[in-house]
């Protein structure tokens, strides 16, 4: 569900006024097993300031087969020429006895990350802390939201670009993005029942056996994603999900 929720939150909006908000929910599907899950995302951005907040919590069957796993990602920071620049990541991870929370704190000035850790198993807490080994400019959340910038308004690249983002791999944060175009762009588009923008995305993690990794993500033309495919998953087909309500709200 991690990989499906962390490509959901791909936004994207390329100006920002001084007050600005939206909010997304999202349902999770895989395979014959249905609904298995449902995502909120939203973005918050007031007077050179922003707060995004994704959660995804599993449903039916799967919330019995993951001990009522929840996941909360959350990035604050400044917003600088229209682009978000990340102060502080939080990962927090819930399940059954046990929960994981990381908080990054970027150091832009001396290009560095340090992560703070907290562990809690059956009510006994343990604390570390460390230096990330590489430094990136966003995190998970920044990168997808500031892409259209990077990539301009039809998303395209001429090849695979690597880009780099706090709270994907921690051995080397490094996240794979390239546009579908011809007749992949064609069959994609029937899977995703949508043909606006596809971008296919590669978070790097075995977070799920599928053939190739690559993530689909439908963008519609003002930068927000309507539905994303995780293809021949081992054993139980594809994970889809789909966008259900979008509430944007703008103030000069």
Known sequence: MKKILLSLMLFISSVFPSNYSMDAEYDIYYGFFGNIGKATASLLVEEGTYKIKIKARATGLAKVLSRNRVETFESTGIVKD????PQIFLSRKKREGKIDIKHYLFDHQNKSVK??????????????????????????LTLFFNLKAILGKNFETKNKREFLAIGASDKNGKIDVRTILNKEYQDLSKMLEESNHILAVVLNQRIFASQKGEMFLNINDHGICTSALLKDVVMFGDIRGKIKNLKVKREK
Not at 82 to 85: A, D, H, S, Y
Not at 126 to 133: F, N, R, V, W
């Open 115 to 140: 992560l703070l850790s907290t562990r809690i198993r059956n009510g006994k807490k343990s604390d570390s802390k460390k230096i990330m080994s590489f430094f990136a400019q966003n995190d998970i």
């Open 82 to 85: 229209e682009i978000l620049i």
